[in-house]
């Protein structure tokens, strides 16, 4: 009896480590809230009636089961290149494992499609889009509008088109766009008018956002898990790999070589240029901690792994635009393990998602333009976890207006339009927490 009892109490313990596992606690969920999409040529956004971010996670011994539409919180669209897609639902149970492990034989190739999910539930791409060169036609082949290239869909070729510069002007402010209904990122999820240094001007059409800001002051969030089970950070780290050191950018070791020759693929010029393709890209070891390694990431201690783990990071350049691998690859560190699944399997338990009670504390909040005339806007430098209700208020402490920034967003506005000139106060509250701001109303 007391071998049973011994035995229960050892299965409780486990169970509840398991529980505590990023690869559980990590996910945005949400039952409540549905999505919104914009069409190209009308500014106000469309609802959808699909659910936005993680529906449900459950977990066994070895397992994470993550329920998902696939559709952000923040709004999707438009995409200016043609694209008649929108975001729509995948509905995909993700088995994600809690105890990822090291690939020690040859590394899997990244390859097309699905290859990681971020913590909403939405889908992570490779560089790849599925357009290579074709030497013997001297021509692109595969992708919309070209021809079939030798092998059929996903054969690799001597010259294989990186997405993000060649699709630039499709994805929208959020930097992602779908494939046939499968809304996805290449890159990581922050929004273009958020960069250093802007390099599409669709924020500027349709303002939206993205899964989160990034934030060069602090460890960047958690945000998703790739395919092997191994976890994607945003573009800061500690310095060294042991915690210490400070924050500092984690930088690609991947870098243009250079050359204006291709054998068998075109030479560089303005149409072709230096990064148009993927193998126009070079790996140089690491030779400092905040280099990554050809898969894109290191081992080390981040705030959710205090004894430390591998992790890829979604690489930004010194202006936050997105650098080459971008977040996992060419290929992956670990053993590719997740999966969908149709169904849930019995007796794994079910994860409620705990509160985030200390969100607002020491958070970089943004009110633009202030002073305002027609409207204001208000962004969160983090991820946001849990809802934060938006108030306005005049200086007589009468409540004009309210809003709502979602979890898996960081943005919402205020039509000033009706109001006076004159000062008025912001408050944001999330879980008993208040943060206060000022803003100035001036008309012409």
């Not at 040859?106 to 909403?120: E, L």
């Not at 783990?309 to 053993?335: I, M, R």
């Not at 920034?405 to 999330?430: A, C, E, K, M």
Request: hydrophobic share 30%; charged share 10%.
């Amino acid at each position: 009896m007391k071998k049973l009892i011994l035995l229960l109490t050892i299965l409780i313990f486990e169970l509840g480590l398991k529980a505590q596992s990023p690869t559980v606690t990590s996910w945005l969920q949400n039952t409540t809230i549905t999505g919104r999409y914009y069409n190209s040529g009308n500014s106000t956004p469309q609802n959808s009636s699909d659910l936005v971010n993680v529906q449900s996670v459950y977990y066994n011994t070895n397992y994470a089961f993550v329920s998902a539409t696939g559709i952000p919180a923040y709004i999707t669209g438009p995409f200016l290149d043609g694209n008649p897609s929108v975001a729509t639902a995948q509905n995909n149970i993700f088995k994600v494992p809690l105890n990822p492990t090291q690939n020690s034989g040859t590394a899997t190739a990244t390859g097309m499609g699905n290859i990681g999910v971020f913590i909403n539930g939405t889908a992570l791409f490779s560089y790849a889009d599925g357009v290579s060169w074709n030497p013997a036609t001297n021509a692109l082949c595969g992708g919309p509008g070209n021809p079939p290239c030798p092998g059929g869909p996903g054969a690799t070729q001597d010259w294989n088109r990186d997405a993000i510069p060649a699709e630039m002007g499709g994805f929208d402010c959020s930097k992602g766009h779908p494939a046939m209904g499968n809304y996805h990122h290449h890159q990581n999820p922050s929004a273009f008018k958020l960069d250093l240094t802007v390099l599409s001007n669709i924020c500027n059409l349709y303002d939206a956002d993205g899964l989160y800001a990034i934030d060069s002051t602090v460890h960047s969030p958690l945000i998703g898990f790739a395919y092997d089970g191994y976890p994607i950070y945003g573009a800061y780290s500690y310095a060294n790999t042991n915690g210490t050191g400070g924050i500092v950018r984690m930088k690609s070791s991947y870098s243009l070589s250079g050359a204006t020759t291709r054998t068998n693929g075109p030479n560089v010029n303005a149409t072709y240029f230096d990064g148009y393709f993927r193998e126009d890209y070079q790996y140089t070891p690491p030779t400092s901690s905040d280099y990554l390694d050809d898969h894109n990431g290191r081992f080390c201690i981040t705030p959710e792994y205090p004894s430390g783990t591998y992790c890829y990071f979604a690489t930004v350049d010194e202006n936050w635009n997105s650098a080459y691998p971008y977040a996992v690859g060419p290929t992956f560190y670990g053993n590719v393990d997740v999966t969908t699944v149709n169904s849930i399997p019995g007796g794994a338990t079910q994860y409620i998602t705990s509160i985030d009670e200390n969100q607002l504390d020491n958070v970089s909040i943004n009110i633009y333009p202030n002073p305002a005339n027609d409207f204001i806007v208000m962004q969160i430098n983090a991820l946001v976890k849990e809802s934060i209700d938006v108030e306005l208020f005049d200086i007589t402490g009468k409540i004009i207006q309210k809003s709502i920034i979602y979890p898996g967003s960081t943005i919402t506005h205020l039509d000033t339009r009706s109001l006076y000139n004159g000062q008025y106060i912001v408050r944001f509250t999330s879980n008993n927490k208040t943060v206060v701001k000022k803003v100035m109303i001036t008309k012409d």
